[in-house]
């Protein structure tokens, strides 16, 4: 099964309650940024996302506050590092207080001093950053060894009764043999319990050769998939189809509000165009009709990254019934 049973039911009844009061944009997952500080400057990183000062960070109690205002029962922590927080575990502790479920997303540098303070729980997992097997890795972190000290903390987490996944980027410049070698090496050898993966996108419109256009998005989702079982990933089949360019999915923006040093992220988690004092200011001021790849915003019409799409099909949305069947009926074999 991609996701732990207790999570799906949760998402479920979730879904299911929002459908009933017919709310028609509602969050998903909610993406909390406590800091913009980072203690690595990965390349495709921007300074922005690894040089935030400390002044800026937020507080654990402005962090819960953004959790109970947007409601998400998934709440993933990234940045910056989440793990340089010194209130993190204030932070994940009120997001299981909560009932919530809480996953890290850290480079694992400092996953074994997060450990020893922390015990594990159904409901926290970590999702760890890797983008190449060790050569590779550590070119991109720009650190020799990194790529050895994030499997050891992955081992040593999964060992701790932890749910642990990869989270990787595929660049124009990836070896997908070596992704698929990675990919193999988590699942087979290390223990991962799901691999999540999404496309590089150059949403700033930058002109950097190592992101990639939508057509190369299918051609090399389509020849990565072909070299492992889809039963590892933790992204949903129907998202899985949209890469590879068997379907169409809508961008649903909403589905992943972005609290942040600097407010909330409008309108989405890549798109910096507004920050907002409050979550209900930036639901209702958004002008949601200018993004998505059929609004003619130029920045969006080749992202298919993960943040817009896989809450469309956690929701449904604009999706025939049978194929919302068949993706529940994928996720469970």
């Known amino acids: 099964m991609r996701q732990p049973f207790a999570l799906t039911l949760r998402m479920a ?4 309650g929002k459908k009933l009061r017919g709310e028609s ?4 997952v909610m993406m909390l940024e406590p800091l913009h500080t980072c203690n690595l400057a990965c390349l495709g990183c921007t300074p ?13 109690e402005d962090c819960l506050r953004g959790v109970d205002a947007c409601g998400a029962p998934i709440v993933s922590i990234c940045g910056g590092e989440p793990l340089l927080h010194d209130g993190i575990h204030e932070i994940v502790g009120g997001i299981l207080a909560r009932k919530k479920y809480a996953i890290i997303c850290t480079n694992a540098l400092l996953l074994p001093r997060y450990l020893e303070k922390a015990p594990a729980s159904p409901f926290l ?14 070119k991109v972190t720009k650190r020799p060894g990194t790529f050895r000290k994030a499997l050891e903390a992955s081992r040593e987490a999964i060992a701790r009764g932890y749910r642990v996944s990869c989270n990787t980027t ?3 410049e ?3 043999d070596e992704i698929a070698a990675l990919f193999t090496l988590l699942k087979e050898q290390v223990g991962f319990h799901a691999l999540l993966v999404a496309p590089g996108y150059d949403f700033d419109q930058t002109g950097k050769d190592f992101f990639l256009r939508r057509r190369e998005v299918n051609e090399r989702f389509r020849r990565l998939l072909e070299r492992v079982k889809e039963k590892w990933f933790g992204n949903s089949p129907l998202y899985l189809d949209f890469l590879r360019g068997a379907c169409e999915l809508t961008c649903t923006a909403w589905g992943n509000p972005t609290l942040t040093p600097k407010g909330w992220q409008g309108p989405c988690y890549m798109l910096r165009d507004a920050y907002y004092p409050s979550f209900a200011e930036l639901m209702e001021k958004t002008p949601w009709e200018r993004y998505g790849p ?8 080749g992202c298919m990254v993960h943040a817009g799409f896989e809450p469309t099909v956690a929701v449904g949305r604009d999706i025939p019934l049978v194929r919302q069947l068949s993706n529940a009926v994928r996720m469970m074999t």
């Open 13 to 16: 009844r979730y879904l299911l």
């Open 25 to 28: 944009r509602y969050p998903v």
């Open 48 to 60: 922005d996302r690894y040089a935030g000062p400390r002044s800026e960070w937020l507080s654990a």
């Open 125 to 138: 997992s970590f999702a760890i950053h890797l983008d190449g097997l060790e050569q590779t890795h550590d």
């Open 170 to 172: 595929v660049y124009a």
């Open 174 to 176: 990836s070896d997908l």
């Open 294 to 301: 059929a609004s003619g915003e130029p920045r969006c019409q």
